[in-house]
C-alpha cells in the first residue's frame, strides 16, 4: 500500500467535506468583510469607505 | 489546498484592490468631491451634522468657541480630506476585494470549478455582471447629494439581485441543459420586474453630467477590477498548485 506521491493537486483532489469546509470558511470571511466595507450602518465604517461604497456601486446614504 | 485557496484569494484582492484603489483616486472620488460640493442644496441633505462639520473659519476670525464642531466631530468621525481620506478609501477598496475574492474562491469550493489563469477572466466577468451591472440596472450608481429610496429597501434589492444573478450565471456554468437557460433566464429577469426601489422626485444639486460621467466611470472601473480579480485569482491559483505538487507528499506543506 505505500503509494507513490501524489501529483494531483487540483480541487478534484479534495474530498466533498474538504470543499465544504473550504468553502464556508472563505464564505464567511468574505460575507463578514463586505458587509463590513459595503453595508454596515455603523457611521465610522460608514465613513470610513464611503468613497469605496460609490465607487464599487454600493447603495449608499 | 485550502491554504492556496485563501492565500490565492487574498494576494489577487491586494493586486487588484490596490490598482483599483489608484484608478478610484484619479477618477472617482474626484467627482464625489465635486458632488459634495453641491450636497443639501437639492432635496437631500446630511443633516445639520455635515453643515457644522463643513465650516471653516475666514482668515483673521477672532478666536471662538468650537464646541459645537468639536462634538459633532467626536459624535460623527469621519476621515479628513486628503491623505487620510484616501488612506480609508484604499483600506476599505482592498478590504472589499478581499471580501469578493473569497466569495468567488467559496464558490469555486462549493461548485467545484477551479479557479485558474484560463478561466480567471470568465470568473471576473461573471462577478462584474453579478455584483457590478446587474445591481447597476435598477440602482444607477449614486453620487452624494442626488435622490435616493430607502436605504434597507436599496440594499435588500442589491443583495436579492446579486444573489439571483450570481446563481443564474453559476447554473450555466454547471449545466446548458434547456431547463437550466430557462431558469436562469427568470432569475436574470425577476429582480428587474419586482424592480429597485424607486428614488424620491425631488430636485439634486448635483448636476446630471456630473452623475452620469461617474456612472460610466465606476462600471468601467468595476469592470477592470474584476477582470484583474478574475485573472489574478487563477494565476496565483496556479501558481500555487505549481509549487504544492514539486513538495515531496510526506513534506509537511
Given at each position: 500500500?505505500?503509494?507513490t ?16 469546509i ?31 461604497r ?8 | ?119 480567471g ?8 455582471l ?40 453559476l447554473l450555466?456554468?454547471?449545466?446548458r ?5 430557462a ?48 485573472s ?6 496556479d ?14 506543506a
Amino acid at each position: 500500500m505505500n503509494t507513490t506521491t501524489t501529483t494531483s493537486t487540483g480541487l478534484q483532489s479534495l474530498s466533498i467535506s474538504q470543499r465544504l469546509i473550504a468553502g464556508s470558511l472563505a464564505l464567511l470571511l468574505g460575507l463578514t468583510l463586505l458587509v463590513g466595507t459595503g453595508f454596515a450602518g455603523d457611521f465610522r465604517l460608514h465613513n470610513g469607505a464611503h468613497d469605496t461604497r460609490h465607487a464599487m456601486g454600493f447603495p449608499c446614504h | 489546498m485550502i491554504r492556496n485557496l485563501f492565500a490565492a484569494a487574498l494576494l489577487a484582492a491586494i493586486c487588484a484592490g490596490l490598482v483599483t484603489a489608484a484608478i478610484q483616486h484619479f477618477r472617482v472620488t474626484p467627482i464625489i468631491l465635486h458632488a459634495e460640493t453641491f450636497e443639501g442644496e437639492g432635496g437631500h441633505s446630511h443633516g445639520e451634522a455635515a453643515a457644522v462639520a463643513d465650516h471653516v473659519d475666514a482668515p483673521g476670525t477672532p478666536a471662538h468657541s468650537h464646541d459645537v464642531v468639536a462634538a459633532v466631530e467626536a459624535e460623527e468621525w469621519a476621515p479628513q480630506d486628503g491623505f487620510e481620506r484616501t488612506a480609508y478609501t484604499t483600506l476599505a477598496t482592498v478590504l472589499a476585494a478581499a471580501g469578493f475574492a473569497l466569495v468567488i474562491g467559496a464558490v469555486s469550493m462549493f461548485a467545484n470549478i477551479p479557479v485558474t489563469f484560463a478561466n480567471g477572466f470568465l470568473w471576473g466577468l461573471a462577478g462584474f455582471l453579478t455584483f457590478s451591472l446587474a445591481p447597476a440596472y435598477g440602482l444607477a450608481p449614486e453620487l452624494p447629494g442626488m435622490p435616493a429610496a430607502d436605504l434597507v429597501a436599496r440594499q435588500i434589492w442589491w443583495v436579492g439581485t446579486a444573489l439571483a444573478t450570481g446563481c443564474a450565471i453559476l447554473l450555466l456554468a454547471k449545466t446548458r441543459a434547456s431547463w437550466a437557460f430557462a431558469v436562469a433566464a427568470l432569475l436574470v429577469i425577476a429582480p428587474h420586474i419586482i424592480g429597485a426601489p424607486v428614488a424620491p422626485d425631488e430636485p439634486s444639486g448635483v448636476p446630471a453630467h456630473l452623475a452620469t460621467e461617474f456612472a460610466a466611470i465606476t462600471l468601467g472601473t468595476s469592470f477592470v477590477f474584476w477582470l484583474l480579480l478574475g485573472s489574478l485569482f487563477g494565476k496565483f491559483s496556479d501558481v500555487f498548485a505549481t509549487r504544492s505538487a514539486a513538495i515531496p507528499n510526506g513534506a509537511h506543506a
